[in-house]
């Protein structure tokens, strides 16, 4: 099953506005994380925000936010004041078990292409 | 160094021959994580290592697939008797201390294999 879906291939937004990206996650676990990275056509993965299920607050770096909603197991990724350099691949992905075999890993979405235009 | 490095940052492998991909963890880092990435798609798990000792290879997709760090700080990803499927982007990720930790990527091996 996968834990972790984002619906939208690509997503264009003009320079200075803002976008979001939208990730929704599957998990049993109380606890867990979610991670938003960054991959540019270079290929290394940019490790952008992180929120853990126990946060109560939205978790922000900069021009990033997180748009936690744990009811509706929702993780958007808010983009406010887009530049050229924001154009890349973005990933979102969950750490769930505290335990067991699994503890560790990630799992990853299948990604969105967002491009800013001029 | 400043982050994780990896080498080789392409490789082109006939089917068939073994192929070795390095990754040199941030300085410090006891959690170290390998991934493989198709096209298109999102990394996926392939194993981990707290310092020397591989806690977990659940995502090793065959016994072709083999992974070492012996001494707790570069880890080796060995791939033996290439098959076209094998042809990815293969990550390598590392963490302070805790797997809870955030993990920062290397910029990748780009495998081809022909």
């Known amino acids: 099953a996968q834990k972790i879906t984002q619906t939208q291939p690509g997503m264009f937004v003009q320079e200075k506005e803002a976008v979001t990206l939208d990730c929704t996650y599957d998990?049993?676990?109380?606890?867990?994380?979610l991670f938003w990275y960054k991959q540019p056509s270079s290929g290394e993965m940019i490790f952008l925000i992180y929120q853990g299920s126990y946060d109560e607050q939205n978790a922000t770096e900069g021009r990033y936010s997180l748009n936690f909603q744990k009811a509706r197991k929702s993780a958007n990724l808010v983009i406010s004041a887009s530049q050229l350099g924001d154009s890349a691949m973005y990933f979102c992905?969950?750490?769930?078990?505290?335990?067991?075999?699994?503890?560790?890993?990630?799992?990853f979405g299948r990604g969105t292409q967002l491009t800013v235009w001029p | 160094g400043a982050g994780v490095s990896q080498s080789p940052r392409y490789k082109v492998a006939k089917r068939g021959q073994d192929v070795a991909l390095r990754c040199d963890p941030i300085?410090?880092?006891?959690?170290l994580f390998w991934y493989q990435q198709a096209l298109g798609q999102g990394p996926e798990f392939l194993t981990y290592?707290?310092?020397?000792?591989?806690?977990?290879k659940s995502g090793l997709p065959s016994d072709r697939f083999f992974a070492e760090r012996p001494e707790g700080s570069v880890s080796t990803l060995k791939i033996q008797r290439t098959q076209q499927e094998d042809s990815a982007v293969y990550l390598c990720?590392?963490?302070?201390?805790?797997?809870?930790?955030?993990?920062?990527f290397g910029p990748g091996t780009r495998l081809l294999v022909l």
């Open positions: 290592f707290q310092n020397e000792a591989q806690l977990d």
């Open positions: 992905a969950m750490r769930d078990s505290d335990r067991g075999s699994t503890l560790g890993r990630l799992y």
């Open positions: 998990t049993s676990d109380q606890s867990y994380g």
């Open positions: 990720a590392s963490s302070l201390i805790s797997v809870r930790e955030t993990q920062y």
């Open positions: 300085s410090g880092h006891v959690s």
